[in-house]
C-alpha cells in the first residue's frame, strides 16, 4: 500500500487500491458456498425434462429409501407455507401466483418439481435421479411469435400477454410518420442471455427461534431481507439476511426466487440448515434469463435528417415465471430521450411462454440504444449524411436544456453532445476514413462505429424499493472509522470507494476507514446494485453522514481543547486547532474522551462520535457517454476482431477512476459477448440449447480489447456530484460494435439487426448469400441411425435430458384425435450432443405395426414397432458406441414428425421431421 | 461405490483422508480440507475458477478426482500469500492492476498465472496471455488481468535472473 | 452436477487394466486425463460402474523412436487382434507416444517437436494451457470427437494406434479408427497402449489452419496434414479435415490430385474444391454445414498457397 495516499489528504479521484481485494486475492473470502452450519444438509432439485405438461403422478419412495436422503419434499410440504413471490417492486409477481415447485403443472425445462435433502449434494443428486415423475407432455409456447398465437401457458390467463401498455397505431403519429419525408422502419431482435455471474444462486437458510437467519448471494441482504418478510409474512419471525462477498449478479440476485424460497421453506419446516448450492448446469437451464425482445421502430426524419416522429412496437419473452411480470416500459422512456425528438409513441408486451423467466440483466432496457444507434447509422447511410452529423443535428446539447422529453423526463444536465466532441478529440475519423478506404481495396475491411446514450442512474423515491441509501459512520474509541452502508458490492467495489469518500470528507486516512456491508443487520435498507445507483446515493449518504459526524467532532474537540470550532480541522486523522500547535490532538485521544468522559462533553451533547445519514438524491442522475468502435472483418471466416475502442463517459465526479473504468470494461465485455457470442436458445419443444459453458459462450480474454478512457467528469446535481456508471458499458456496447461491423461490412450490404452476429451471419452478408439454409430438411446425412448417442461435454440436448430424466420417468406426447397418414419418406433431424444428426426413415404401415428402415451414409437398420392413433414407437438396439437399446417415440401430424428417443442411461434426444 | 485411502501435501501440510472414489478433487479441497478459496464455477472445466497447482502445474481441480492425488503435492490460493500476509507476486500484481472485481474467477487465474511464472523460466506475455484463455472472468472485461500478466512476463522470453 | 457412484480402480499394468475391463462386460470406462470424461461424469452422461485409471501405469508413458525392420518389432507379431490386422506396411521409422502423455508434454517433448511439428502445432490448439496440463493424447485419440484436433491429426499423418485386450493387440489405422461421432473401433475391452506416428521425409512441408469461436473451442472447420516434397514435387500428402463431418475427415481426392504433381505448378483453387468434396459437415449452433464449407475452401486454399509459397521461396 502507498503511503503517498495516506499523506495528500484528498483520496477521491484516485486509483486507490481495493480493500477487499486482500481477501479476494488469497481465497479468504466468504461467498454463501464458503459457509459451514452444525448439522448443515444439502438440496438437489427435481426439475422437468419438458416444457409443458401435467404432472401425473410423482412418485418418492425410492428416493426417500435411499441412505443419507433425510427428506422429499414436494408442493404438498410446501404449499401449506402460503409463500406468495413478489417481484423487485414487493408487487405479486404475476397475475396468477408463483408456485415454489410446481404442483400438477410444468410449464419449462427445468421447472423444479420435488426436492431431494440429503446429507451430501452427492447423495442428493443420487436420490433426484430416483424420483419418478409421469408427465403428460403438452405442446410448449415457446417464442414470442408463438405467444401471439398459442392458447395461454397458465390456466386461468387469458392470453399469454403478461404486460401491456401503449398505442399500436395513435391517428396523429400515424400521419406524421406517413407523412414524413423519410421513414425508416426496422425490427431488432436480440437474443436471450444467460447473467453468467461466475457465482451461481446459492442459498443456506437456518431458523433458529424466531429468527430466520439466510445466507444467499444477492444483490442487497436488506432487499431480500424485506422480501423474505413479506414474503412469508409470519408473525414473530425476524430475518437477518448475509451475504459477506457475491461472485457476481448482474441482475440475476436481485431477489430470491423459486429455488432460493423452496430451500428456505424447507428448512423451516424440518428445523435443519439446508443448503442449495446451483450448479452450472441448473444455472443454466433454469436460472432467470434476459433479453429475449424484438422490436420494431418506425422513425421519421425531415430531408436533412432531423427526427420528426418515431413508433416503437416492442415484445419481451417473460418466460412462464418472469420476477416481475414486464413490458419494458423503460425502453420507450429512454429511446429518444437524448435527442430532440418532437412526437413518439409506443406499444409494448411482455410475453408469457414455456420457457424459463425473464429476469433482470445489466442495463435492462437497452434495446433501446441498440435500436436508436443502429437505425441512426442506417439512415445516415440512406440519406448520405455523416453518422456524427445525423447525431449531432439531433441530439440534445447543454443549451437546449432545461427541457422535458416528451415521456416527461425533465433532463437538465446531460452531455451525450459533448461526450460526443470530446471523443471525437481522440480519435481522427477523417484518417480512419482514408485508411478504411485504402485496406478495402486490398480485401481488408475495417469498420468503425460510434453510439451515443444517457442512462438513468441513482434513481430515487418514486417506487417502492429505490430508496435512499444510508450510511451509518463512527469514529470508534480506537480513533478509526467504521462505517455501516446499506450498499453492498458483487465486484463493485463499495468497500473500498465508500471508504474514498468518508476518508476525504473526515479528514482520515483511507487506511483507517473500514466499510462493512453485506448484513441486514448492519446499515439500514437500500435495493443495493440495481439501476447504477451505489456511487450515487451511497456516496452521498457517506458524505453527508461523515459531515455531521467531523461537525460533532469539530464541536467536541472545539469544548476539550477551548477553542473556536471554526478554527478546528481534521486531517489525516489528526484534530488541528488553527494558532496552536499545542493543541494538536489526535483524533483517537478526542474519540477516547468523546466515549469514555461525557463530562468533558458540551452541554446536551450525546456521548460518543456517531453519525448516521439517509441520503435522498433527486429523482434520477443521468449518465452520458459516447463511444467509438474500430474492428477489422476478416472476410475469409467472417470473424470480427475488435481493434480498438473509446469509452467517452460522463460520470460527474469520479470516486475511483480504476473502479469506473473497471465498469465500463465489465459491461462492454458483456455487450461483445451479446453482439458476438453469446446465445441461450430453445429448440421448438421449448428444450435449452446452451446447457454448460462449451455452448454458452462467454467472452475469453482474447475477445476483449484493451479499451481507452476519456472522462468528462461534469458534477452532477446530486450530493458529491456522482452518477451512476454500472450498467452504461453493456448499453452503449452492442449498438457501437454492431455500427462498426455494419460499417466495415457496408460494401455488401445492410447487416441484420439481429444478435448475435454469429460468424455465419456475417459470411452470409458477405457471401451474399444464404449460409443457414433449410438445415432441417438437408440430405446430407451425416452420421448413422444406429450411434445417434455419443457423449460430448457441451452436449446441450442430451446433457438437458440425461440430468433430468429420472431412468423411469415417461416421455408422453399429447395425444391426438386426428389419424395422420405415416407411410413413405421422412427426412428426421436426432438432436444429439454432437449436434443435429440428419436420418433418412422409410416407414411402412400395417394396421397398427410399423416396419422401417433408417438410413444414413453411415449404413441402414431396419426395425418393427408400433402405430397407436399418430403416434409411432420403436426399439432398436445397437452397440456402438456401446451396447444400448433406442427407444423412439414419435408423433405425427400432417408432414411433420417429432418426439424423443430415450437413450438408456444417457437421457433422451429430441427428433424432428418433415415428409421427404 | 470405492472408498480409498490418500496421502498428499495441500499447502506444504501433509494431510490423509479417505474419499469416496467419485469425489472431485475441487468438492474436497473446499469441503473436506476448507480449502474454499478454490471456487466452483462450472464443474465442467470451461470456467477455471477451480484452477489449482498439482505437482508444479495448473490443473482445474473439477476435472479431477481427489484419489488421483494421492501423493501428489497440492497447492491452492491459501498456500501463496506468505505468513506474514505478505502478498505473492501475482496476487500484488493483480491487486496493483486492479484485476479484481467480484473475486469468484481471481484463485483461479492466481495460481495459473502462479504455476506458469514460479516455474524455471518466465514466459513472455503471449504466453501468459495464452494461459489466461483458459479463465472466464464475468466483471472484469480482462482489463485489469491482462495488465498484471503483462507486468509479470518476461519482456524477452529469457531466463529469470 | 455430481458423478453418480462408481467403483475406482487404479492399475499399475496395462494387463491389470485390459482385465478389469473384460470382467467389467462394457460397464467400465478408462479414465486417462479426463478432461472430456470428467464433465461427462458430472453431468451423468456417462455413468459407468467401473472406472479403471491409467494415470499410474508407466508403459503407457513416454515418447520412443523406432527405426527398425519389421522383423524386430515384437508388438507386430503378437498383433493380430480378433478384428483382423491393418494391413499397410509400416514405415521403417516412426515415433511412439504412450497414451498418457500429456497434451503439454507433446509440446514440450524435443522429439516430437523435431520429428512431428504438425503434431506439435494440432497440440497447442487443444483446449487450454490447465486442460492440456492433464489431458492426454491417448484420451483425444481414443474419444474421437469429430471436430478434435487429434483425431485428425493422426488421420493425416497416417499413424496407428496399437489396442491391447484379454484376447490379444491389433492395430486400428488412424484413418479407420473413426465411425461416428464419438464412435471408435475400439471395444469395450480395448486399451489404447501406443499411437504410432510413421516418420515423414525430412523435407516435409506442414499444414494447419483452425476455425475456433474462441480459443481452445472445439473447431468450427480445421485442417490438418503434411505435404512430403521430393525435387521440387509433392512426393506424399496427408490431409485430413476436422470439425467438417461426423469423424476425421480424409482429403483423399486432394491428396490423390497433390501427390506427384510439382509444386510450381498447383491449381490451388481447385485441389481446395476436391479437398471440400470430402466432408460432411453438419449444421450446429456454432456454424452451420455451408458455413463449413464455403470457409474449408478458402483455408484450404490458403494453407496450400502459404505452405507451398513458403516451400518455394526457401
Known sequence: MSSAHVNDGRVIGKRMLRKEDARLLTGRGTFVDDVVLPGMLHVAFVRSPIARGRIRSIDISSARDLPGVLAVLTPNDLDPFNVKLLSFFFTPAMSVPVPLLARDRVAYVGDPVAMVVAQDRYIAEDAAALVIVDYEEEDPVVTIADAKRAPPVHPGMESNVAAVMGIEKDDDLEEALTNAPYLLTRTVRHQRLSQSPMETRGVLATKQGDELLVYVTCQSPHLVARYLALALDKPHLSVRVIAKDVGGAFGLKNHPWREEMSVIVGSMLLGSPLKWIEDRWENLVAANQAREQEMTVRVAFDGSGKLLAAHSDYSLNNGAYPQGAEANIAVHMFIWAAYKMPQLGFFTRGWHTNTVGNGAYRGPWGMESLARETMLDIAARELSIDPIEIRRRNLITKADQPCTTPMGLPLEDITPAECLDKLLEVIDVSAFRAGQAAARKQGKYLGLGIAVYIEPTGAAGQMAPMTGELAHLRIEPTGKVTALMSTHSQGHGTESTMAQVIADQLGVAYEDVTVFEGDSSRGGFGPGAAGSRQGVIGGGACRRAAALLKEKVKRVAAHILDADPESITVENGVVIVAGAESKTRSLRQIAEIAYGEPARLPPDTESGLEAQYRYDPPPVTFTSAAHACIVEIDADTGFVKIKRWLSCEDCGTIINPAVVEGQIAGGLAQAIGAVLLEEAGYDSRGNPLAVTYKDYLLPAISDVPDFEYVHACTPSKSEGGFRGVGEGGAIIGPPTLVNAIADALSPFGEVPLELPLTPTRILELIERRPLTGKTEAATTATSAPATPMTAQAGAAQAAANATLSSPAATMTSASHAHSAVIGGCWNMVLATPVGPQKIIGRFNTEGDVLKGVLESDQGSQSFAGTIAGNRLKWEMKVTEPMPITLKYDLTVEGNKLSGKVKMGLFGSANLTGERA | MSEHKIELTINGRRQQATVEGRKTLCDFLRVDTGCTGVHVGCEHGVCGACTVIIDGLAVRSCLMLAVQTDGCAVTTVEGLAAPDGALHPVQQALRDEHGVQCGFCTPGVVMTLAALTDGPKRPDADTLLDAMSGHICRCTGYQGIRRAACKLASKTGAEKP | ?314
Open chain 3, 1 to 314: 452436477m455430481k458423478p453418480a457412484p462408481f467403483d475406482y480402480y487404479a492399475p499399475r499394468t496395462i494387463e491389470e487394466a485390459y482385465k478389469l475391463l473384460a470382467e467389467a462386460g462394457g460397464g467400465a470406462t478408462v479414465l486417462a486425463g479426463g478432461q472430456t470424461l470428467m464433465p461427462l461424469l458430472a453431468l451423468r452422461m456417462s455413468q459407468p460402474f467401473i472406472l479403471v485409471d491409467i494415470n499410474k501405469i508407466d508403459a503407457l508413458k513416454g515418447v520412443t523412436r523406432v527405426t527398425n525392420s519389421a522383423g524386430s518389432r515384437v508388438e507386430r507379431r503378437a498383433s493380430g487382434g480378433p478384428q483382423g490386422e491393418a494391413q499397410e506396411a509400416p514405415s521403417t521409422s516412426a515415433t511412439r507416444i504412450g497414451p498418457v502423455v500429456r497434451q503439454n508434454e507433446v509440446i514440450a517433448d524435443e522429439t516430437l517437436r523435431r520429428c512431428l511439428p504438425v503434431l506439435v502445432t494440432a497440440t497447442r490448439h487443444v483446449g487450454h494451457h490447465q486442460t492440456r496440463n492433464r489431458g492426454t493424447i491417448g484420451g483425444s485419440i481414443a474419444l474421437g470427437e469429430p471436430a478434435a484436433e487429434l483425431p485428425a491429426t493422426a488421420a493425416a499423418l497416417g499413424a496407428s494406434i496399437e489396442v491391447r485386450s484379454v484376447r490379444g493387440t491389433r492395430r486400428v489405422r488412424a484413418d479407420e479408427m473413426y465411425l461416428a461421432p464419438y464412435a471408435t473401433a475400439l471395444e469395450p475391452d480395448e486399451l489404447i497402449t501406443t499411437i504410432e506416428f510413421p516418420d515423414w521425409p525430412s523435407d516435409t512441408v506442414p499444414l494447419f489452419r483452425e476455425v475456433a469461436r474462441r480459443p481452445g473451442d472445439f473447431a468450427l472447420v480445421g485442417l490438418v496434414g503434411a505435404l512430403a516434397i521430393e525435387s521440387g514435387r509433392i512426393s506424399r500428402a496427408g490431409i485430413a479435415w476436422f470439425g467438417m463431418g461426423p469423424v476425421p475427415m480424409k482429403a483423399r481426392q486432394a491428396e490423390a490430385a497433390l501427390t506427384g504433381q510439382s509444386v510450381a505448378a498447383l491449381d490451388v483453387q481447385s485441389i481446395a474444391e476436391l479437398a471440400v468434396a470430402d466432408t460432411a459437415p453438419f449444421d450446429d449452433r456454432h456454424a452451420s454445414a455451408e458455413y463449413r464449407r464455403t470457409v474449408g475452401r478458402r483455408i484450404f486454399a490458403r494453407a496450400l498457397g502459404e505452405a507451398l509459397n513458403v516451400r518455394q521461396a526457401a
